[in-house]
């Protein structure tokens, strides 16, 4: 009956995070909310923390102002469940763009709120295809993700959220050319990247491909967090 349909809540699969799981040789599982984060974190290999909305700016000490999303804090507090229950059993975790924002927010970590259009390399500009590279990365000296993406890499970008101050063991380990935090590491094996790898067409990407290996030490499958809303972006 289509009016229950409308009624009620709905999960929804984002595809293209699952197509990078499997193309780098795991496989996907999507999370509902409903489930407790560390006993589905107990059951997995490998967490991919997804895209979305701002994460809730009062999570790390600031409001929300004009330039501020849709906020879901629901999903906030699922998601930093999952990404804890993940640290704590040193899971192999793969932030993306908010997920690499509420990495750093669960651990301490703050974030600036808005970056202007017209400043820097304009982040938060929609008017290019998904997957169009559009800015390089200044990496930290002897980062292994130089060696993994190359350090002439080009990568897509399409947020207004950054990294401020970074958390409690949270190391910047790549930069865009104004400055702004593209890629963080929280211990050995969790990573967040502020660009979206699961939009490029060149696929594996080697970041999914990084997860997958790592991963495999664990068990045989890879996970992806959940995206609840179409809008995930």
Do not use: K
């Not at 709905?10 to 995070?17: C, N, S």
């Not at 990568?155 to 207004?160: G, T, Y």
């Amino acid at each position: 009956m289509p009016e229950l349909l409308l009624s009620g809540l709905v999960d929804i699969h984002h595809a293209p995070y699952a197509n990078a799981i499997a193309a780098a040789g795991g496989l996907p599982v999507q999370l509902p909310r409903e489930a407790d984060p560390a006993a589905l974190v107990d059951r997995l290999d490998g967490l991919v923390v997804a895209g979305g909305e701002d994460v809730d700016p009062r999570r790390y000490g600031a409001v929300p102002g004009s330039a501020s999303t849709q906020l879901d804090p629901d999903r906030d507090a699922h998601e930093s469940g999952l990404i804890a229950a993940a640290l704590d059993r040193r899971l192999p975790l793969l932030g993306i763009c908010r997920g690499h924002q509420l990495l750093n927010v669960v651990l301490g970590g703050t974030l600036i709120g808005h970056l202007p259009l017209d400043h820097g390399e304009a982040h938060g500009q929609l008017a290019y295809p998904l997957h169009a590279r559009v800015h390089g990365l200044r990496f930290a000296s002897g980062e292994p993700l130089a060696a993994r993406l190359g350090s002439d890499v080009l990568v897509n970008s399409f947020h207004h959220q950054a990294v401020a101050t970074p958390g409690a063991g949270v190391r910047i380990v790549a930069t865009a050319p104004d400055g702004v935090c593209e890629a963080l590491r929280a211990g050995p094996r969790a990573v967040g990247v502020q660009w979206h790898p699961e939009y490029l067409r060149e696929q594996p990407d080697p970041l999914f491909s990084w997860l997958v290996e790592e991963a495999r030490r664990s068990r045989t499958s890879i996970v992806e967090a959940p995206i609840h809303v179409a809008a995930a972006l």
